[in-house]
């Protein structure tokens, strides 16, 4: 089978854009804080996916997954997130934070709309956990192309999401971090 040039490929490209820009977009805004998260993130995460498309059409390739162009996307997606984070003070980077957190409202939607009190309930959610939760449960990925756009081995994976999803049911009910491994101990 011949090989496509690269011009002739960009529609392809384009459409294949335009169908992730959201959830890009979701992707980053569920990992980071309101004040890191900003559009020119993910505008530099698809100007480096274009230069990484550019290559790889260059190269020749056989035998790539069709889901191949997803997994890079959001590996690169992922990429960037680290670094935005890093940038940033997080105390729970170098371990569980288990400190008893304020005392939180029982009614989600008093104050605000309920999207802002989830995504401001996800981030309480360790980063590294954070993550394979927002790939599995919220944007759709199968487990397979979670662990490869992370970088995870299998068990590493599927850890992290079971402990990011007792994480999140606990920020979502109000309880401190880490809530379960305390009550299962005691």
Same mark, same amino acid.
């Given at each position: 089978?011949?090989? =496509? +040039? ?17 959830? &890009?977009?979701?992707?980053? $805004?569920?990992?980071? +804080?309101?004040? =890191? ?16 498309? %550019? $290559?790889?059409?260059?190269?020749? #390739?056989?035998? $790539? ?5 997803? &997994? ?9 997130? #680290?670094?935005?984070?890093?940038? $940033?003070?997080? +105390?729970?980077?170098?371990? %569980? ?12 939607? *008093?104050?605000? +709309?309920?999207?802002?009190? !989830? ?5 309480? &959610? ?15 990925? !199968?487990?397979?192309?979670? *662990?490869? &756009? ?14 990011? %999803? ?21």
């Amino acid at each position: 089978m011949a090989k =496509q +040039p690269a011009q002739e490929r960009f529609p392809e490209l384009r459409e294949f854009i335009k169908g992730n820009d959201q959830r &890009v977009s979701d992707f980053c $805004a569920c990992l980071l +804080p309101a004040d =890191q998260f900003r559009q020119e993130l993910v505008l530099e995460i698809f100007r480096e996916f274009g230069e990484d498309y %550019r $290559a790889q059409a260059a190269a020749p #390739q056989e035998g $790539a997954a069709p889901d191949a162009l997803l &997994v890079t996307l959001f590996q690169i997606a992922w990429k960037h997130v #680290q670094q935005s984070q890093s940038h $940033a003070y997080f +105390p729970m980077v170098t371990g %569980r934070d288990t400190r008893i957190l304020q005392e939180l409202d029982a009614n989600l939607l *008093a104050a605000q +709309p309920l999207y802002e009190k !989830t995504r401001e309930r996800l981030l309480r &959610v360790d980063p590294e956990l954070r993550a394979t939760v927002v790939l599995r449960d919220i944007l759709g990925f !199968t487990d397979e192309q979670s *662990a490869a &756009v992370l970088g995870l081995r299998w068990g590493v994976y599927r850890h992290r999401l079971h402990r990011g %999803r007792l994480d999140f049911k606990d920020a979502l009910k109000g309880l401190p971090r880490g809530a379960a491994e305390n009550t299962a101990s005691a």
